[in-house]
């Protein structure tokens, strides 16, 4: 089972900032927080990830608590090619480990 | 995009058939990774493979089996299909021995099962 809790779904308006939570309360010290998005019929794309530090690259930052319990993915100006299903992963950064998806956010950027 | 690869894009099949899907990792890539999405559900994950061998395995049965060839390229073998075996299949490709573990995704095959 999937081991983070996300809002079904949410909206967010063209060239607003989205911001996408993320619930991983059980997570381990040696988990790393992934993010994956999945536009309509295709494969997932690896958006982001990070341990405990914020991270930020080209896509989105990364923003996780103290604690580690939660997190949030930043989209700064959404744009209409930001509609996808979003997953928010907990997994060891460690070989052989897959990743374990739930059924994720599904995000309607609206013009 | 990605630089992995799967073929065919969609297939039609009938129950009882045997199916094979095939996977060409991204280059410099090393691991795959297969699985299974059902409309509306998120992935599920079938099993890796890492130097020619099965490397962890989800809740799938036997008939789900797998090759890594010695380029790093994988099929899926299917047999004896089943109507709940409609769905899209991922492969994914990530390099272990490094720092990171992203996994990257190819476009998926369409599988229909009548």
């Known amino acids: 089972d999937a081991k983070t809790t996300q809002p079904p779904s949410m909206d967010c308006a063209e060239g607003r900032a989205a911001n996408l939570p993320c619930n991983h309360s059980?997570?381990?010290?040696?988990?790393?927080v992934y993010w994956y998005r999945q536009i309509h019929s295709q494969g997932p794309q690896y958006i982001i990830h990070?341990?405990?530090n914020n991270e930020t690259n080209e896509m989105a930052s990364l923003i996780i608590t103290e604690d580690r319990k939660s997190s949030t993915l930043i989209l700064p100006h959404a744009t209409l090619r930001d509609t996808a299903v979003y997953y928010c992963?907990?997994?060891?950064?460690?070989?052989?480990?897959?990743?374990?998806f739930g059924p994720g956010t599904r995000l309607s950027v609206l013009p | 995009e990605t630089g992995v690869t799967q073929s065919p894009t969609h297939l039609i099949k009938t129950r009882g058939q045997q199916v094979t899907l095939r996977c060409s990792s991204q280059?410099?890539?090393?691991?795959v990774s297969w699985y299974q999405q059902a409309l509306g559900q998120g992935p599920q994950f079938i099993f890796q493979?890492?130097?020619?061998?099965?490397?962890g395995r989800g809740n799938f049965p036997p008939r789900f089996s797998g090759l890594q060839f010695p380029n790093y390229s994988s099929e899926l073998n299917v047999n004896a299909l089943e109507l709940d075996d409609s769905a899209l299949y991922l492969c994914?490709?990530?390099?272990?021995?490094?720092?990171?573990?992203?996994?990257?995704f190819g476009p998926g095959t369409r599988l229909t099962v009548t």
């Open positions: 059980t997570i381990s010290g040696n988990e790393y």
């Open positions: 990070g341990l405990k």
């Open positions: 493979y890492y130097r020619e061998e099965e490397n």
């Open positions: 992963i907990v997994r060891p950064n460690n070989y052989g480990q897959n990743f374990v």
């Open positions: 280059s410099g890539h090393n691991t």
């Open positions: 994914a490709s990530s390099l272990v021995g490094t720092e990171l573990y992203e996994q990257y």
